[in-house]
């Protein structure tokens, strides 16, 4: 029902910046609540970031706070997040979700639908 477009990733040094986008189509964007996932090679994949669908409510892994900013705008129906002082252990494909509704916002069982990722690679 939901299609969920990732772009932004790439390649980029320790120390520096990316910004993702994460565009859908097909439902009413401002239904959803949001959410960002990475999985590196050989791990699980891990909750990153997720926001609500009015923007109330945010919340960050650990590893990634004050680092990383999850933003949306339900105007364009589009989800961003916002990476700075990226590093090696960042290396991961993200993956966009969106839920109907989330409780905790840090599960994967909580999203409904999810796009394909796209690859953010950090070298040292």
């Known amino acids: 029902q939901v299609h969920l477009v990732e772009s932004g990733g790439g390649l980029v040094q320790a120390g520096g910046s990316l910004r993702l986008s994460c565009a859908a189509s097909?439902?009413?964007?401002?239904?959803?609540?949001m959410g960002w996932f990475r999985q590196a090679p050989g791990k699980e994949r891990e909750f990153v970031s997720a926001?609500?669908?009015?923007?109330?409510?945010?919340w960050y892994a650990g590893s990634v706070k004050g680092r990383f900013t999850i933003s949306r705008d339900n105007a364009k129906n589009t989800v961003y997040l916002q990476m700075n002082s990226l590093n090696p252990e960042d290396t991961a494909v993200y993956y966009c979700?969106?839920?109907?509704?989330?409780?905790?916002?840090?599960?994967?069982?909580?999203?409904?639908?999810w796009g394909q990722g796209t690859q953010v690679t950090v070298s040292s």
């Open positions: 979700a969106a839920a109907h509704g989330v409780i905790v916002g840090t599960r994967r069982d909580e999203y409904d639908y």
């Open positions: 097909g439902r009413t964007f401002s239904s959803y609540a």
């Open positions: 926001i609500t669908r009015s923007g109330s409510s945010i």
